[in-house]
């Protein structure tokens, strides 16, 4: 199985929440050129956090692949990697938009086994991790991809 882990792109502060903050037009760009970089991945599903700035990049993804956006509670900037892994497909490509710290904190999970451990993301930014199963420490980092 192979799991791409993305930030969304950078996002406006006028919002009335933190939920309803939109993407900039340099977070659409970013996405959109990290969408472009990841052309040739075969994505199966994308699942996106329920905030706004989330589903919008995942709006581009799923322009670019082909593929309808689900929606995932789990996936808020709090939420736990632990939940997210067991909510994860067993099977195909699959693309996660979400945010800090919740896409350090899963990356971490599934490479080392050890939520803490994981790598920052700059808005935009992308992993491609690959395992048989995706469970705690089993994963490997692929590629990384930024605009």
């Not at 971490?108 to 086994?113: E, F, I, K, P, S």
């Not at 451990?117 to 590629?143: C, R």
Request: hydrophobic fraction near 45%.
């Amino acid at each position: 199985m192979q799991l791409i882990i993305m930030r969304h792109g950078e996002a406006s502060w006028s919002a009335t929440s933190d939920r309803a903050r939109v993407l900039t037009d340099v977070g659409r760009n970013e996405v959109l050129s990290t969408v472009t970089a990841m052309a040739d991945i075969p994505v199966t599903r994308i699942i996106s956090s329920p905030y706004d700035r989330a589903r919008e990049t995942a709006g581009i993804a799923a322009n670019q692949f082909g593929c309808d956006v689900e929606t995932l509670d789990a996936l808020v900037p709090e939420g736990n990697p632990r939940d997210i892994v067991e909510r994860l497909p067993d099977s195909g490509v699959v693309l996660l938009a979400s945010h800090m710290p919740v896409v350090s904190y899963l990356t971490g999970l599934l490479c080392d086994g050890v939520p803490s451990s994981g790598p920052s993301f700059q808005t935009a930014m992308a992993v491609l991790l690959e395992a048989e199963l995706m469970v705690a420490g089993l994963a490997t980092i692929k590629h990384c991809y930024t605009p």
